[in-house]
C-alpha cells in the first residue's frame, strides 16, 4: 500500500498539475507560491483528505500551516488519524 | 452597420472584382442588405451592407463629387446631422442624407484630422485617388474592428480576420505569444491577434498607406485626473446625467426601429429609463434568461419591465445551447476564448434579428468608465488589508464582496491573503489591482505543450503590457490605474469584441452604447474615484445621478458580474452531455497532432470534468480556453478553406 506521502502526492500532481511537472515538486514546496492551489483547490484538497482518511477538519484548521505543502500535509494527516501512520 | 474589406497591390496589379467579392462574402452577415465592390486599378474596396441610415442613398463604396475619394465605412457618426450643416455652410454639396457622405466631405475638409469631430463608431477606409494614399481609422474605444496585413505585394483589410485570410497571399498560422497574452489577460495586446502577421489597428488609432508603406498614429487615448472644474457630489451627478441623455439621444438617431439590451443591472436599466423618459421613442427590450439560478437574472429584468413597460422578449439559454453553438461563437470571435460568456450574446443577438430589430442599445462601457466591476473593490479592499496585514476583519469584506462564489465563503484570512496578494509591498506593484486575475488565469499555461512552452520560453506577458503603458499611467492613483488596463484593454480585447461586436453581427445587429460616447468617457474620466465608488458602493456617482428615476430595488440589488455556464455545457459532470465535436477536438490524437498542447493534462482536466469533481475558475477556464483554441485551430487553420466555402455558400 502506498505511503501517506506518496498518496497525497498522487492526488496533488493530478488533480492540481494534471500530471505536469511532478518530479519537479518537492515535499516542502509551498502549494500557495507555486500556484498550485486556487481557492477551489483548498476544498478539493479537504474533500479528499475527508474522505481518504475519514476525519472531520474543522474551519479552524483550513490554514497554510496544515494544508500547504506535502510535507505539512503529512503531519497534519498523522496528527489528526494516528492509525494511519 | 456593415462589414468591410479592401486591398492594395504595391505592384501596380489590377485587383480582381471575384477576389474582393469573396473577402467580403465572408462577412456578409455583417451587411445582408447589400454587397458591393469598387476596384480602380491596384486599389479594391468592398462593402457589406446593413441599412440603418438613408436606406435608399446610403450604398458603398461612396463616391465624392469628383469621384477623387472613394469610402468603404463600417460604424455610425451619430453627430452627423450637426456635421452636415457646418459642411453645406462651407459649400459641400451632398446627393445623400447618410452618415458615410458626411465623413467623406469631413474627411475632404478636414484630412486625417477628420476623425476627432466624430462623435461615434467607426471603422472606414478612404482611398484618395489623386495622392495615391489608403487612409484607414478606427474609433477611440474601440467598439468597431479593422484588422489588416501586409504582405509582399499587397496591403490586405478587413472587418474581420476571416476576410483577409481569404486572400490568398494570406498565412494561417497561429501567434503563440498571442496565445499566450490570452491565456494570462483573456485578450491580444494590440495590434497582436492570434493570427501571425495579421494585425488589428488598435482603437484610437488611424493610419495611412502610402508608396508602400504604412503609418500608424494615435489621435486618441483615456487619460485621468484631470480637473473639470465642478465641485458638489450634485454637479457631477448633474452633467453626467446630462451627457448621457445626449448621449443617448443621438444613438437613437436611426431610419428603422431601435431595441435595448436588458439584463436587469443597473447599466441597462440606466439606459432604458434614459430612453423611456428623455425621448418619445416606443421600446422593445430583450434579455437573455439561464435554466441555472446561479446565473439567471430574470427577477431583477422582470422588475424593471414592470417599472418602464417596455415590450419584452427573452431567450432561454441552457447548458445544451451553450455547447451546441460553441464553434459558430468561436467562428465570430475569431479568437480563443476562456469563457463561454459570449454564447448567450449570441442567441440574444438572433432573437432581435428574428424580432425584425437591426439595433439595440446597451449598457456597455459604464462598470469600465464609472468603476462598476468588482475588480475595483476587490483592489480597494485588498489595499485597504495590505496597509494592516495582521487585521481580523478586513479579510472579511473580500468574503462579502463575492457572495456569489461559494468557495471563497469558508477559506481562512491565511488563504485570502495569499490569494488575493495581500502583502504591504504589493500595493506598489503598478499591476497591483489585476495581479490575482492574471496569475490566476495564467496557471492554465500549465496544459502548454512542452514545444509551446519551449517557444515562449524568453516571453513575459506582464514585460511585454508594461512596455506598452502610456507614460502617464505611472502618475495616476491606483484605481485610475485599473480603469485604464479595463477600458484600453479589456473593453476592446474582450467585451467589446468577443461579447460585443462580433456577437451581435453574427446575426446582423449593431449595438450601440452610450457610456461609450468620448464625451461620456471623458467626463467620467475627471469624476474623482471617491464618487465612482464612495466607500464600497460601486457607480456611487451614476446611482445618484439617475436618482428616483430608476427602481429602488435595482439601484440596491448586489452586483452580479455577468456569467455562463461553462464546462459543464460540453462535459456535464453528474449530468453527462455530449457533443461529437467536443470529444473530437479533445481526443488524445488531436491534441497530439494540433501540438498546442499537453494530450495527458488534457485528458486527466476532461476526466476530473467528467468525474463530477468541483471544478473552480481555473479549470472552468482552461477547459473552455482549450476547447476554444482547438476549434480556432480547426476552423481557421486546418479547414478554412472547407469553412469558407460555406460561408460563401
Redesign the interface.
Known sequence: MPSIEQQLREFVVNNFLFGQGGDQLSNRDSFLEKGIVDSTGVLELVAFLEEQYQIKIDDEELVPANLDSIDNLVRFIEKKSPTTR | MCGIAGTLNFDGEKINPDLLRQMITMIRYRGPDDINVYTAGPMGLAHARLSIIDLEGGRQPMHNEDKSLWITFNGEIFNYVELRKELVGKGHRFRTQSDTEVLLHLYEEKGEDCVRELNGQWAFAVWDEKARRLFLSRDRMGVRPIFYTVTDRAFVFGSEIKTVLAHPDVGREMDLRALDQIFTFWYTLPPATIFKGIQELPPGHSMTVEDGKVRIRRYWQPGYGRNSGLVTEQDYADRLVELLVDATRLRLRSDVPVGAYLSGGLDSTVITTLIKRFTDTPLKTFSVTFDDPEFDESVYQKEVIRCLETDHQAVRCTHQDIGRFFPEVVWHTEKPVLRTAPAPLYLLSRLVRDNGYKVVLTGEGSDEILGGYDIFKETKIRRFWAAQPDSRIRPLLLKRLYPY?P??Q???A??LQ??FHVKPEDRFDPFFSHIPRW??TA?IK??FSEGVRSHLKSYDAYEDMRRRLPAEYFGWDGFSQAQYLETAHLLPGYILSSQGDRMAMAHSVEGRFPFLDHRVVEFASTIPPRLKMKVLDEKYILKLAMGNRIPASIKKRPKQPYRAPEAQSFIGGKQPVRHAYVEELLSKERIEKDGIF?P???Q??VE?IRGG???????NMALVGILSTQLVVDQFIRNFNRRSVDAVD
Open positions: 462564489l468557495n471563497l469558508s477559506q481562512s491565511a488563504y495569499a490569494f496569475d490566476l496557471r500549465l496544459f499537453q495527458e493534462a488534457v486527466k482536466l476530473k469533481q468541483t471544478v473552480g475558475i481555473k479549470d
